[in-house]
């Protein structure tokens, strides 16, 4: 018999304003600051998001990139071997959560990723992902991740370069290793949200 258990429900916010954006980027600094990254801000072409807390205010971001146009040559040679003709590949960046928000949102994060590359259409994502988040992209949430290069030394510190498989988890989301999946309400425009 299968116990179908619920999934938790996250919110999450697309950056469509000023101010959206001046809180997505300071979010991301202190993250990055914390990790001896120097800050990078986001780039054109990319779909911009922030997760919402449980008590309602800006936690975390993610920044989603289609490959190709927007992908700077420096990504575009690092993953020049990996990625190939048929896959449908985004570039993810931006992965950053307030300390006091680290567990669910960091969760919420991920979930998100899978989430948008079901709803378009991306089969794997590129990315330079810090050791620990590395490991624990195959280690805790399953998601086969492989190192394409050695370690790069990146915005002030080491860092692996990242070829996220990402179809294989959607395609098998009903499955008990991925029940740390969450669904998603977007929030729109006039929803009361904290103040970061």
């Known amino acids: 018999m299968n116990v179908v258990k619920e999934r938790s429900t996250l919110k999450y916010k697309k950056v469509s304003t000023e101010e959206e954006l001046a809180t997505f980027h300071r979010i991301k600094k202190v993250s990055w600051d914390e990790k001896g990254f120097e800050m990078e801000y986001a780039k054109n072409g990319s779909d911009l998001f922030l997760f919402v807390s449980e008590d309602g205010n800006y936690g975390g971001t993610f920044e989603f990139t289609p490959y190709g146009m927007w992908t700077s ?12 003709n048929d896959m449908k590949v985004m570039e993810v960046d931006s992965f950053a959560v307030l300390p006091e928000y680290r567990g669910m949102l960091g969760r919420s994060g991920i979930s998100l990723m899978i989430d948008y590359a079901e709803k378009n259409g991306y089969t794997h994502a590129i990315g330079i992902a810090d050791p620990n988040v590395f490991r624990s992209f195959n280690d805790s949430y399953h998601i086969l991740s492989v190192k394409v290069k050695d370690d790069v030394f990146y915005k002030g510190a080491y860092a692996v370069p990242t070829l996220f498989h990402l179809k294989e988890v959607y395609e098998n989301k009903h499955l008990e290793k991925y029940d740390w999946l969450s669904t998603f309400i977007e929030q729109k425009e006039g929803d009361l949200v904290g103040e970061y």
């Open 73 to 84: 040559p420096f990504m575009k040679n690092l993953f020049k071997d990996g990625v190939t």
